[in-house]
């Protein structure tokens, strides 16, 4: 009889992680974005001004809660901005909490920095994809 392997801490699995409903939540806003890019054509016919207004929602979306509930509970950052009230100047300020508090989970920690730099490849993947199609080319 085979015995299935448990996975271990670090591995990809949703199941490890300490806030799976967050982790879920932010894949969902990470990968929404792009399916309603390549696929909202197959709904909405002729109307990519549509499928663009979405999409910006989305992302808006996603950058909202990566910036405030995400990147909290997963790894631990925040940031914020200050302005001094007797200058008007403005200070960005960055904390995350300290390497060896015990509060991060490695699961939490790959999800979340992969999907923050594969989404951006995506991306530019797809513009470069767009510039090169005879749809592109055609209007220069």
């Known amino acids: 009889m ?3 392997q448990q996975p271990r801490q670090g591995d990809l699995s949703w199941r490890l992680s300490s806030h799976p409903v967050t982790l879920l939540c932010f894949l969902g806003f990470r990968i ?3 399916l309603v890019y390549l696929f909202g054509g197959l ?11 979405l999409t910006i929602l989305l992302l808006a979306a ?3 809660y990566l910036k405030n509930i995400a990147g909290r509970r997963l790894v631990g950052l925040r940031w914020w901005n200050e302005v001094d009230p007797a200058s ?6 960055f904390e995350s909490s300290p390497a060896g508090a015990g509060n991060s989970n490695k699961t939490d920690s790959r999800f979340f ?3 923050l730099y594969v989404q951006p490849v995506l991306w530019a993947g797809l ?3 767009y510039i090169l199609s005879p749809k592109w ?3 220069v």
């Open 2 to 4: 085979e015995q299935q």
């Open 127 to 129: 513009g470069v994809l």
């Open 62 to 64: 996603d950058f909202y």
């Open 32 to 34: 929404s974005s792009l």
């Open 137 to 139: 080319l055609s209007i």
């Open 88 to 93: 008007g100047s403005s200070t960005w300020v």
């Open 43 to 53: 709904f909405v016919k002729d109307n990519f001004v549509l499928i663009f207004i």
């Open 113 to 115: 920095w992969l999907a």
